[in-house]
C-alpha cells in the first residue's frame, strides 16, 4: 500500500512539472500583472472620454482615427495581460491540486498508522501488562529502556494526533484557497472574452473610420503638407539654436586659445544638469499631467494613405483641451519661437540637451529663463475642426534626434 501511494504521489509530481514546462512563463508577478493592468485600463478610458469629446464637437479626421488605434494597440496589451493572469493562476491552481493531492495522501497514511498505533494499545491496554513487561526486564537499565519506550509511544501517539489535525487544517486551507482561484479563473476568463468583445467592435469601427477617411484623400493630403511643413520650420529653429551654442563655444575657444569643439562647451553647473539629465532617461516625467502617445518617434506608414511615410522628430501626445506642458527637466529657455501651423514652440536646454515643447496657444517662459522640472511653460493648443489637444515633443542631444517615449517615465 506505500509503495502504491509513493507511485501515486510520484507521478502527481510528474504531471505538475510538465504542466510546468508547456505553460508559458509571463516573467512578471501576480501584483505586477495587476498593476500593469490597471495602468492600461486607466489609458483605455481616458482615450474613450477623448474619442466620445471629438465625436461630439469635431468632424472625423485623422486625429479619431490616430486614438481608435491607440485604443485597439492598449486593448490587445490588455487581453494580452490577462491572458499571462490566466496563464499564471493556472499554475498556481495546479500547484494546490498537487499539495491537496499530496496532502490527502499524506492523512490517509497519518490516519492508517495512528489507527494502527490504536489497535495496538487496545489490544495491550491492561495496566498489569504493562507492568509485567517492565518487572521481566532482566536488569534495570532494560527496564528503563522499557519504562522510556512505553512513554515514547504515547508521545508518539499524541504527535501523531496533533500531526492529523494539522494536516486536515492545512488541506482545508488549500481547498479553500483553490476554490478562490478557480472562482477568479473564471472572472479572468469571462473578462477575456468581454475584451475580445470590445476589441473585435473596435476594430470594426476602424475599418469603418479608415473607409470614410479614404474618400477624403485630397484632403488628408493637405493636411499632411501642412504638418511637414509646421515640423519643417521646428526643426530650422531648432538647428538655429544648436548653430548658435556652437558659434559661442567656438568664439569662446578661440579667445581662450583652445581648440574649437564640436558641439556646446558646458560650465561645470551646465556639465551637472547634462549628466543628470543623461542618468534620468525612462524616468524624466511627463510633459504634462495626463496624457497618451498617439504619434511615435520615427517613420510610421500613414494609416489611410497607402504607400505615404510620415516621419515625426518626435511624439506627439492627446491630451484634453486646457492641459498644461511642463519641462521635463531643469534648465534654461534658449528661445521661443512662433511655428506657422504649430502655434508656439519653446526650446529648453539641459546642458548638451534640448527638449521642445510645440503646438503651444500660450507660452508662460521667457528666453533665457531658468525653469525647473514640471514648472509650467505654457497651454497646449486645441485645433477646433478636429477637436485635437496635442502637445509634440522632441528631445535632441547635440545634432541627434532622441526617441522622448525612450526618455519619459511610464505612466502609472
Not at 208 to 215: D, F, H, I, M, W
Request: glycine share 4%; proline share 3%.
Amino acid at each position: 500500500m506505500k509503495l502504491c501511494s509513493f507511485l501515486k504521489r510520484f507521478f502527481c509530481l510528474l504531471s505538475f512539472l510538465v504542466l510546468i514546462l508547456v505553460l508559458p512563463a509571463s516573467g512578471q508577478t501576480r501584483e505586477e500583472l495587476e498593476r500593469n493592468k490597471q495602468r492600461i485600463e486607466r489609458e483605455i478610458q481616458m482615450i474613450s472620454r477623448m474619442i466620445e469629446e471629438t465625436q461630439k464637437t469635431a468632424e472625423l479626421g485623422m486625429n479619431e482615427l490616430m486614438m481608435l488605434n491607440n485604443q485597439i494597440s492598449r486593448r490587445e496589451s490588455l487581453i494580452r495581460n490577462i491572458n499571462n493572469e490566466i496563464t499564471l493562476l493556472n499554475r498556481r491552481i495546479a500547484n494546490h491540486n498537487l499539495s491537496i493531492e499530496n496532502l490527502t495522501n499524506e492523512l490517509e497514511e497519518l490516519r492508517e498508522a495512528y489507527a494502527n498505533m490504536v489497535r495496538h494499545a487496545y489490544r495491550n491496554r491492561d495496566s498489569f501488562q504493562r507492568l509485567m513487561f517492565i518487572f521481566s526486564s532482566r536488569d534495570f537499565n532494560q527496564a528503563y529502556m522499557r519504562m522510556r519506550y512505553l512513554q515514547q509511544y504515547a508521545r508518539h501517539r499524541q504527535m501523531q494526533a496533533e500531526k492529523i489535525m494539522e494536516t486536515r487544517e492545512k488541506l482545508d486551507e488549500q481547498v479553500a484557497t483553490l476554490e478562490r482561484e478557480k472562482a477568479e479563473q473564471q472572472q479572468l476568463l469571462a473578462r477575456q472574452r468581454s475584451e475580445i468583445e470590445n476589441l473585435s467592435s473596435e476594430k470594426a469601427r476602424q475599418d469603418r473610420t479608415v473607409n470614410q477617411l479614404k474618400r477624403k484623400e485630397r484632403e488628408l493630403m493637405s493636411q499632411l503638407r501642412e504638418q511637414e511643413k509646421a515640423a519643417r520650420e521646428l526643426q530650422r529653429a531648432i538647428e538655429e539654436v544648436i548653430a548658435e551654442e556652437r558659434r559661442r563655444a567656438q568664439e569662446q575657444a578661440r579667445r581662450e586659445g583652445k581648440p574649437a569643439p564640436d558641439m556646446f562647451t558646458l560650465t561645470p553647473e551646465e556639465q551637472i544638469i547634462s549628466d543628470n539629465f543623461a542618468e534620468n532617461k525612462g524616468k524624466l516625467p511627463w510633459p504634462l499631467e495626463r496624457g497618451v502617445i498617439t504619434s511615435p518617434f520615427g517613420e510610421q506608414p500613414h494609416p489611410v494613405l497607402p504607400g505615404i511615410k510620415i516621419s515625426n522628430n518626435g511624439i506627439d501626445i492627446s491630451t484634453t483641451e486646457g492641459a498644461e506642458a511642463r519641462a521635463i527637466f531643469e534648465g534654461v529657455v534658449s528661445r521661443v519661437v512662433t511655428i506657422p501651423g504649430a502655434y508656439y514652440a519653446v526650446i529648453i536646454r539641459h546642458g548638451e540637451y534640448l527638449s521642445v515643447y510645440s503646438n503651444l496657444k500660450e507660452v508662460r517662459v521667457r528666453n533665457g529663463q531658468r525653469v525647473s522640472t514640471r514648472q509650467v511653460v505654457g497651454v497646449i493648443a486645441t485645433e477646433s475642426r478636429e477637436a485635437k489637444t496635442n502637445l509634440h515633443l522632441e528631445i535632441w542631444k547635440g545634432n541627434e534626434k532622441l526617441d522622448p517615449a525612450q526618455w519619459i517615465a511610464r505612466q502609472n
